[in-house]
C-alpha cells in the first residue's frame, strides 16, 4: 500500500490510472481523516514534494508519495508558480484564480504568455527519500478559458502541438502530454525496477 499525499480526488484519480500496474494500491488521505497538512515552507515545488512525503510517511508509517504542481507564467515573473493552488487565497475558485491571473496578464499588455505545467514527485519509505523527479510541459495562456475536461489550471493552459487547452484533451491524451504523466511514468519505471523488493525497500 502506498499513501498518496492529496486530498484533491481529481489528482488522486489521475495518479491512480497512471499507477494502475504498479501492482500496489495507492490510498488517499480521505482514508486518515483529521491529519493536519504540513506548513509548505519549500521555495521550489521538488522541495515541497518531498517535505510533504517526509510528512506523512511518519505520521502514517506507510510509504508515502507526493506531488507539487502548478503554472508558471513567464510573463508574470513565474506566478502562481508554487503558490498555484493558494493563488489568490485557499477559498479562491478556480474560475476566479484565472480571472486574477488574466488581469495582471491585460495589466502587461497580453494573455498569450509562453508558460509551463511543473509537477515534482518523491517518494518516501523507511524514512528516507527514495526517488524524486520532475515532469514539465511547455505551452501558453489561452486567451481564454477553454474546455470541460481536467481540472485546475487545465481550461487556460494551451498545448500548441494540439492546439487545445489541457481541458479540451481527454483524460487519456492528457495523460500522455502533461507534466504529471511525464513524473509519473518516471516513478512508474522506477517501481517497475524494485517490485520484487517490496515498497519498504523502494
Do not use: W
Not at 1 to 29: F, S, W, Y
Not at 98 to 107: K, T
Not at 148 to 158: A, K, M, N, Q, V
Amino acid at each position: 500500500m502506498m499513501l498518496l499525499a492529496t486530498t484533491n480526488p481529481h489528482k488522486l484519480r489521475e495518479i491512480q490510472a497512471l499507477l494502475h500496474d504498479v501492482g500496489c494500491d495507492i490510498i488517499g488521505l480521505d482514508r486518515f481523516p483529521g491529519l493536519p497538512p504540513p506548513e509548505e515552507t519549500g521555495t521550489t515545488f521538488a522541495e515541497n514534494a518531498a517535505l510533504k512525503a517526509r510528512y506523512y510517511a511518519e505520521l502514517t508509517g506507510h510509504a508515502a508519495l507526493a506531488e507539487d504542481s502548478g503554472l508558471v507564467v513567464d510573463a508574470l515573473g513565474g506566478l502562481p508558480g508554487i503558490e498555484s493552488a493558494r493563488f489568490g487565497g485557499p477559498a479562491t475558485s478556480y474560475p476566479e484564480k484565472f480571472e486574477r491571473l488574466y488581469a495582471m496578464l491585460d495589466e502587461r499588455g497580453s494573455r498569450e504568455s509562453p508558460a509551463r505545467f511543473i509537477c515534482a514527485v518523491a517518494l518516501v519509505s523507511g524514512g528516507q527519500v527514495r526517488f524524486q523527479t520532475e515532469g514539465i510541459v511547455e505551452g501558453r495562456v489561452s486567451p481564454e478559458p477553454r474546455g470541460t475536461h481536467g481540472f485546475g489550471y487545465d481550461p487556460i493552459f494551451l498545448y500548441p502541438p494540439e492546439g487545445r487547452t489541457l481541458a479540451e484533451l481527454s483524460d487519456d491524451q492528457k495523460r500522455v502530454v502533461s507534466h504529471r504523466g511525464a513524473a509519473f511514468r518516471a516513478l512508474r519505471e522506477y517501481l517497475a525496477i524494485r517490485s520484487g523488493s517490496g515498497l519498504d525497500q523502494v
